[in-house]
């Protein structure tokens, strides 16, 4: 069985090696993410997350972040975040291009709600940011749908694997409002309470301001959770994004 969960996971990898022409990957980008959370109380949990992404099959670095904050759980099925980030964006067409394409200070307020039916796990997620970027202070409201089955147990535990699939509005309160759609599907793994990861496939249509436009994305995830009360188990494994 792990051998399998192994080739789900990597498959992206084994696709570039001996399937994919240069023509495919070149538009293919990657989204890399490192998740850390650390319980704090029977509540509050904290966390950090950097992220680096590129525009072709890990080629063409053109952005990074590094963002925290903090969850405060209300129950079992609703949470409060906040949080706090920087987020550059480069110019396209190698590795980092300058001059930077926007520089931005990010803060966030953030409500999760979880539903669950059986085994499978529903998340809606109401997020409100405030972006200080180089065209000017700017808010946006964001509304991620997101599901999550375990397929070889009831739940997500050791030695399970998982689907998972979201899609996410981004709108803002300026003409035309809209500015973007995510949608994202994908197969994780738990090796231990301590470490989970996930990848998949992302695609992303951004009307813009200065950003990645449309385009299809692998995302690998490295999910680490410090965690000392099991009943908040129900609302994992996540990463914030």
Known sequence: MKK?????????????????????????????????KADIGERWTIFVEPQLRSLRWYDHFHYYEI??????DLSKTFSLTTGFGRYDTYQEGGDFVTPKANNEIRTWL???????????????????????????FRNRFRYRFNTLMPLNAPKVEPGVFFLTASDELFLTDRAPYFERNRFFAGIGYEFSPLFTLQSGWMNQF????????????????????????????????????
């Open 4 to 36: 399998w969960i192994y080739v789900c996971l990597l498959l992206p990898f084994l696709w570039q090696q001996g399937f994919a022409q240069e023509s495919d990957l070149d538009r293919l980008g990657t989204w890399n993410v490192l998740n850390v």
């Open 67 to 72: 963002k925290g904050g903090v969850t405060y």
């Open 110 to 136: 953030q409500l999760q709600m979880y539903q669950y039916l059986n085994r499978i796990r529903f998340e809606h997620r109401y997020r409100a940011e405030q972006r200080w970027t180089s065209n000017g």
């Open 206 to 241: 951004d009307y813009r301001i200065n950003d990645e436009t449309g385009r299809n994305f692998f995302q690998i995830s490295f999910l680490f959770e410090l965690q000392w009360q099991q009943a908040k188990r129900t609302t994992r494994p996540d990463s914030m994004n």
